[in-house]
């Protein structure tokens, strides 16, 4: 019923939940990975991906975000419903303009399915039908046990991460979308049980709402981290370490020296003028799954099921145009996973 493209954190926790949801999965990965229903496969092979998506009612992404509007369009082709976990706003916008050719072939496409962007959309819409003119949204995956220099770890792909800091953060600021350079906007916040934290715009988070909160006076993203991170990325950014020719490099040394396997928090606020709804997620210690594949991958898990329900139109949407809030928040309970209004 459902292939999952991509066998890391993410895919591995996305295939998990639908299982124990009773939903027939299989996981595919160009490397060999020991996980139930797994096969080898490489999705740059065209003739055997489509092969395999035309056995499926839904194909989940859990790949780079590079891969997913090509795999939009072979959705189309295969009649299969399609989502993935989003990370980059053209990419995004480009896999949208589908929603004819996918509501002519009755498959749902929805990008955008995770944590930031994914949850968070879901509850800045839920917000903004509310009356809130003003929306702000702070996200951070870290480490429970911080180490320097960086004082964080990799909890999904070194690609998105240097995406999410290299390009700029769309908000909107008195009624007008604007551009911000990422790793600026520095602010400092606090949660119950950490020290001060820091948070700054980064790409991808605010994602499609500047288009679907119609009206919305201010609203940006900001991710979360230990405080001294942003400094020491952004001198790594002005000395040409994320420029085209060297990048590639960068992620390389990146992707071996920060942790991989440590236990990890999820931070989570979105708060406006009609209130703050809060979550803090940790390392499941009885499963083995981090907090980032647990807030990334069980979301995305229960909008495939939302689909195979039949309980989302056919065509091309954004999270908060296709997921009904409360639904969504009370299959995210039942996953351990709360999001707290105060």
């Not at 996980?35 to 489509?50: A, K, N, Q, S, Y």
């Amino acid at each position: 019923m459902v292939l999952v493209l991509g066998a890391g954190k993410m895919g591995v926790a996305i295939a998990h939940d639908l299982r124990q949801h009773g939903v027939e999965t299989r996981i595919c990965d160009m490397r060999e990975v020991d996980v139930p229903h797994f096969f080898l496969m490489d999705v740059r092979d065209e003739g055997t991906l489509i092969k395999e998506m035309k056995k499926e009612e839904v194909v989940v992404s859990s790949l780079p975000y590079d891969f997913n509007h090509r795999l939009a369009t072979l959705a189309i082709q295969t009649g299969t419903s399609f989502i993935d976990l989003g990370g980059n706003s053209e990419i995004v916008s480009r896999e949208l303009t589908l929603h004819g050719d996918a509501k002519k072939k009755g498959i749902t496409i929805i990008p955008d399915c995770g944590l930031a962007p994914g949850m968070t959309n879901i509850i800045a819409h839920h917000l903004w039908e509310n009356g809130a003119d003003e929306i702000h949204i702070r996200v951070g995956g870290l480490p429970q046990a911080p180490k320097p220099p960086l004082q964080y770890a990799l909890f999904f792909s070194i690609h998105g991460l240097i995406n999410e800091y290299l390009e700029d953060s769309i908000i909107i600021k008195n009624g007008k979308r604007r551009e911000e350079e990422s790793l600026t906007g520095l602010e400092i916040l606090t949660f119950e049980g950490f020290p001060e934290l820091e948070a700054f715009y980064t790409h991808g988070g605010t994602s499609t709402l500047p288009e679907t909160l119609t009206g919305i006076r201010e609203l940006d993203y900001k991710t979360i981290r230990y405080r001294g991170h942003a400094e020491k990325i952004m001198l790594l950014k002005q000395l040409g370490f994320f420029d085209a020719e060297v990048r590639e490099f960068t992620e390389r040394v990146l992707e071996e020296a920060l942790p991989k396997r440590v236990k990890d928090v999820v931070l989570a606020r979105v708060y406006s003028s009609e209130g703050v709804i809060e979550m803090m997620d940790y390392y499941d210690e009885r499963d083995n799954f981090s907090a980032m594949a647990r807030t990334t991958g069980f979301p995305t898990s229960i909008i495939a099921l939302m689909i195979l329900n039949g309980d989302i139109e056919a065509g091309a949407y954004p999270p908060e145009l296709a997921v009904d809030y409360h639904v969504f928040i009370d299959e995210l309970k039942k996953r351990g996973i709360h999001w707290d209004e105060k």
